[in-house]
């Protein structure tokens, strides 16, 4: 059986500074991310076990934890690749920086970048509890959209592909900004790799064509 493992980060525990914190960074990927991947591998185990022994009852649970520990290990794998140094990141995405498809993407969607920035900043900041800012591509219209996900799933077109997340959960943020998460998602547009999301954009529109198959 095919067991999820945790990515390594692409840079170090600094290099985020001081958007967001060492220590912040080391306690997210290595103990809170890595949670993720443990509960998905050890729910895999434990279906399996179910399907074994037939114990149909239990399989409804399990599935429920496995969508929650599977989408945090996803989220949490787009989210270190959606970021990168405040010397490299962050702005408005231009054609000029080779990311002109994804600068029209937004425009066309949004309005404007500023139109697309208050929204997701505004989604993100205004999540109930635990969740997650989503930019998505939504395949059966061509557009980007912005979705807000409640612990790590939830409230999000079927077949949406994430291609930004702004993960606002205490945890990616209390230690440096208390309870002001506001501006902790202020802070977050510094550090946005936008040829990371320029990338998925463009994989995500490839990919969106095969829920668009006729029979």
Known sequence: ????????????YSALAPVISPEII???????????VKGANDTLEQL??????????????????????????????IYW????????????????????????AIT????????????????????QGSGWGVLAYEPL????IVEQVYDHQGN???GSTPILVFDAWEHAFYLQYKNQKVDFIDAMWAVVNWQDVAK??????????SLLLKP
Do not use: C
């Not at 059986?1 to 170090?12: G, I, N, S, W």
């Not at 690749?81 to 990141?89: F, L, R, S, V």
């Not at 219209?141 to 980007?144: D, Q, V």
């Open 48 to 77: 399996a076990e179910a399907r074994d022994k037939e114990s149909w009852s239990s399989i409804n649970g399990l599935e429920k934890n496995l969508a929650f520990h599977l989408s945090g290990h996803i989220l949490h794998s």
């Open 81 to 104: 690749q959606n970021m990168t140094g405040p010397k490299d990141g962050g702005g408005e995405p231009l054609a000029q920086d080779g990311v002109g498809d994804l600068a029209d």
């Open 108 to 127: 066309e969607s949004f309005g404007s970048f500023a139109g697309f920035k208050a929204q997701l900043t505004k989604a993100a900041a205004t999540t």
């Open 156 to 158: 999000v077109g079927q």
């Open 1 to 12: 059986m095919a067991l999820y493992t945790l990515p390594e980060l692409p840079y170090d």
């Open 26 to 36: 080391e306690l997210h990927h290595d103990k809170h991310h890595a949670a993720y």
């Open 200 to 209: 998925r954009y463009a994989a995500a529109k490839e990919r969106g064509d």
């Open 141 to 144: 219209s061509g557009r980007l």
